[in-house]
């Protein structure tokens, strides 16, 4: 027997992959409760009738670096290009609240995504893009609530209405403590102002995603297949719950709730990881919170290909990781995509790399036939079989944060960082013992020097010309104005039961600066350190 025949073969989930699936082991499927038609309960094949017949998925490409000015030349070439939804990425610095001339910030501004400080930078960033036509996505969780009232504003002073816009606000803030550590205040105060935002659009905003549910940033961390649907569900939970003790009714909000996923390397076990999240989903809006209108049942996700999978070693290979990833995507049943560039293990993508990953997605949408048919893979044995795992070790999961008192107790616990950690080192153990192969790493390395990829660089005097831009802005607006707003939502955030979003809208468009916000909140409700880091 070849050795390779004796060896285990498993998925990132630990789950065991047969040597040929059929009804023998696999056992009876039935495809009328497990499948059902495309378009309706319990969406494993799909949360519409057509699927991609009838709509393609958003190819929404990630973008955002240096000045605002700089990343929205590059959002209306990718809208030349045929990209159909702006996806942004902002710096550390307006990631964690902090003015272009704040100390911690040297070093960080414009590096890793945009730096947008104050109105003024976010009405840069969207010159000449109609707001009322094109579906934006921001990228943003600690400031999310200000980077909307930005948004918003800069809508309004060009008459177009709240209830205009179109796009989603990714504002989870809970997986910022499983995963990134991007948060600025305690769970509780951070959980308060994403709710805030969501009642505000529920209200104002109806054709707006005004959360979007991440899981991606738990799998980059390190997570399986499993681990990043049951902690990502987790997370959602504690949302809704919260979202309901605010008053709104689960079918008010549930059905603009949105979901961002990445795509690994396992092929099959990516495809049935997404069929095994609707069904999941369905289940908990319908069981637990009792949602009637279907379009609550419904699971939307993005998916982005996984940047953690790309090697800086013979980077070209990366082009077809990703086009395996975003295949999988597709045939998984994503409403929007986004393809990594080959070179981002090393950079900023540049134009010709992004429009390389674009154009896959765009090969992929037309040439490949995999739109043509809703949920190609269906009734497969392999991945009905995969589906059916995956949807048992997330419930397992599931019930295991649920016996600790939710979501919110077991990240005080620490309960799914841990299980992230071990995830981690099992996969790099794997890699670094040879037992998983990885191309142009451990396996079919090259000795000869790597090739050159061009790469962008961060301009020197970004950070001087971003601080003095800040001096011109202040000088500008009126002092006492800003003051008073500033004033209000120290008092509202004050009062619990208060939505704090009328007051930062108000805020922003008197001019306070995103630091400024940020610095009002925290004199209120204080700055976070997780207390294990602490002690």
């Not at 497990?34 to 494993?44: H, Q, R, V």
């Not at 649920?402 to 995830?423: N, V």
Request: net charge positive; proline share 4%; with cysteine.
């Amino acid at each position: 027997m070849d050795a390779q025949e004796t060896q285990s073969f498993q998925t990132s989930s630990g789950i065991e992959v047969e040597r040929v699936y059929n009804p023998r082991n696999v056992g009876p499927l039935d495809f009328e409760k497990k499948l059902g038609p495309a378009g309706e309960p319990p969406y494993t094949r799909g949360i519409f009738p057509n699927m991609y017949r009838g709509r393609l998925w958003t190819m929404r490409q990630y973008a955002g670096f240096g000045t605002a000015r700089q990343t929205n030349r590059r959002f209306r070439w990718l809208l030349s290009q045929g990209q159909t939804g702006l996806s942004t990425a902002f710096d550390l610095p307006t990631q964690l609240g902090m003015d272009a001339e704040d100390p911690r910030a040297r070093g960080e501004v414009g590096k890793v995504g945009v730096h947008i400080g104050t109105l003024e930078d976010m009405e840069e960033l969207l010159e000449g893009i109609p707001l009322d036509l094109v579906s934006t996505s921001l990228t943003i969780n600690a400031t999310a609530p200000v980077l909307l009232a930005f948004y918003v504003a800069v809508a309004k002073k060009r008459g177009v209405p709240p209830e205009a816009l179109r796009g989603t606000l990714q504002n989870d803030i809970l997986k910022e403590y499983v995963a990134r550590g991007a948060y600025l205040f305690a769970p509780g105060a951070s959980l308060r102002l994403t709710t805030d935002t969501v009642e505000y659009a529920t209200r104002s905003m109806p054709l707006f995603h005004p959360i979007s549910i991440s899981g991606y940033h738990i799998r980059e961390a390190g997570a399986d297949a499993a681990q990043e649907v049951a902690f990502t569900f987790a997370d959602a939970k504690a949302y809704v719950q919260s979202f309901l003790d605010r008053g709104l009714s689960v079918d008010s909000f549930a059905p603009r709730l949105a979901f961002f996923f990445g795509c690994h390397n396992h092929f099959l076990e990516e495809i049935a990881k997404f069929r095994a999240a609707r069904r999941i989903w369905r289940r908990i809006m319908e069981e637990t919170y009792g949602a009637k209108d279907s379009q609550s049942l419904k699971l939307r996700f993005h998916v982005q290909t996984c940047g953690s999978t790309l090697t800086s070693r013979q980077p070209e290979n990366n082009v077809l990781r990703v086009a395996y990833q975003a295949m999988a995507a597709v045939l998984g049943g994503a409403q929007s995509l986004h393809t990594n560039a080959y070179d981002e293990a090393l950079a900023l993508p540049g134009e010709e790399s992004a429009a390389l990953a674009l154009r896959t997605q765009q090969i992929l949408a037309f040439e490949t036939g995999a739109a043509d048919t809703v949920d190609p893979v269906g009734g497969a044995y392999a991945v009905e079989a995969l589906t059916e795992k995956l949807e048992e070790k997330v419930w397992t999961l599931l019930r295991e944060i649920e016996s600790q008192g939710g979501m919110l107790a077991a990240i005080e616990a620490d309960f799914p960082q841990r299980k992230i950690q071990e995830a981690a080192y099992r996969s790099q153990r794997e890699i670094e013992s040879g037992r998983q192969k990885v191309v142009g790493v451990n396996a079919c390395a090259e000795n000869s020097s790597p090739k050159k990829v061009r790469i962008w660089k961060a301009p020197k005097n970004l950070e001087r010309i971003q601080r003095q831009k800040l001096r011109r802005f202040k000088q500008k607006r009126n002092a006492a104005l800003v003051g008073e707003a500033l004033r209000e939502l120290a008092a509202a955030a004050r009062q619990e039961r208060r939505n704090l979003f009328p007051c930062l809208l108000k805020s922003v468009e008197s001019h306070a600066t995103l630091g400024e916000i940020c610095r009002e909140l925290e004199g209120v409700f204080g700055r976070y350190g997780h207390p294990r880091i602490a002690a």
